[in-house]
């Protein structure tokens, strides 16, 4: 049970490590901003892209790519 918790522990911080400095470009604002909380996430075709919140209103952002 300590090994799946452990597992589960440095995936979680994996995904976590990259979070806040990362820019892409905000739909609703109609400009680049600081990604905030981003995370690495998987797309369905198998490629890396990340996902994060605009500071400025909110609205989720999205880039392909690793950070
Ligand atoms: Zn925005």
New binding site residues.
């Given amino acids: 049970m300590l090994i799946v918790y452990e597992i589960t522990f440095i995936m979680f911080s994996h995904i976590r490590s990259i979070g806040g400095n990362m820019e892409a470009y905000?739909?609703?604002?109609k400009?680049k901003?600081e990604m905030q909380s981003a995370e690495q996430i998987t797309m369905k075709n198998g490629r890396p892209a990340t996902q994060g919140v605009?500071?400025?209103?909110?609205?989720k952002?999205f880039k392909i790519g690793k950070s």
Avoid: L
């Avoid at 605009?54 to 609205?59: D, L, R, V």
């Fill in positions: 905000c739909m609703k604002c400009a901003r605009c500071p400025n209103c909110g609205t952002m």
